[in-house]
């Protein structure tokens, strides 16, 4: 069992940058490939990306390639979305979620997941 929460979500404009954080309980974090997603209003949840259970390898969804990254410290139990040069369609809320396996870009594979944390991006 992992429980997880997100923070670091809120207001910026257009372009600005924002970095959330999403801590995790237990003494397993390292063992776990964590994902990021997003949810905007009336719109299904949709990958971001994730990170391997090292740190060293990342993934991300096209829309969101080489403007945001993810990292994780496994000492501190915590993994990372850095996200800059953000758009007003980046508005959403953001989950981090949590696997025991592999990467993996679908809903449906991960484990666990946070409560969600909102961004909102201002034109």
């Known amino acids: 069992q992992v429980q997880l929460v997100e923070s670091g979500g809120g207001v910026v404009q257009a372009g600005g940058s924002l970095r959330l954080s999403c801590a995790a309980s237990?003494?397993?974090?390292?063992?776990?490939?964590m994902g990021w997603f997003r949810q905007a209003p009336g719109k299904e949840r949709e990958f971001v990306g994730c990170i391997t259970r090292s740190g060293g390898s990342t993934y991300y969804a096209d829309s969101v390639k080489g403007r945001f990254t993810i990292f994780r410290d496994n000492a501190k139990n915590t993994v990372y979305l850095q996200m800059n040069s953000l758009k007003p369609e980046d508005t959403a809320v953001y989950y981090c979620?949590?696997?025991?396996?592999?990467?993996?870009?679908?809903?449906?594979?991960?484990?666990?997941w946070g409560q969600g944390t909102q961004v909102t991006v201002s034109s």
């Open positions: 237990g003494r397993t974090f390292s063992s776990y490939t």
């Open positions: 979620a949590a696997r025991s396996g592999l990467r993996a870009r679908n809903i449906n594979e991960y484990d666990y």
